[in-house]
Nanobody
Framework: QVQLVESGGGFVQAGGSLRLSCAAS????????MSWYRQAPGKERELVAS????????DYGASVKGRSKISRDFAKNMVYLQMNSLKPEDTAVYFC??????????WGQGTQVTVSS
């Protein structure tokens, strides 16, 4: 079955960095756009970054643009999110998403990122 397993979250001080990883299985990885979303307590889920099926087209949410980089490894079926210059407002649960249109939209369980001031 489809699985998206996030890892790499944790506690970090403001100004620090984290690298989140998402291990994908159970579907044709190369056919899906991959994204990271996040959801903070009391807030809606928001897009952090996405990467297309060619591994080159990327898009970033305004709040992380310039501080983050998304990448994917087709050989390992992995997606990564490198986040730098972290701020307390980056504190959220980060979710990995695989998308190929309606009915082909998968989510991981999420990994907590907490940034202390």
């Amino acid at each position: 079955q489809v699985q998206l397993v996030e890892s790499g979250g944790g506690f970090v001080q403001a100004g620090g960095s984290l690298r989140l990883s998402c291990a994908a299985s159970g579907f044709t990885f190369g056919d899906f756009a991959m994204s990271w979303y996040r959801q903070a307590p009391g807030k809606e889920r928001e897009l952090v970054a996405s990467i297309g099926t060619n591994g080159r087209n990327t898009d970033y949410g305004a709040s992380v643009k310039g501080r983050s980089k998304i990448s994917r490894d087709f050989a390992k079926n992995m997606v990564y999110l490198q986040m730098n210059s972290l701020k307390p407002e980056d504190t959220a649960v980060y979710f990995c998403n695989a998308w190929r249109g309606a009915g082909n939209d998968y989510w991981g369980q999420g990994t907590q990122v907490t940034v202390s001031s």
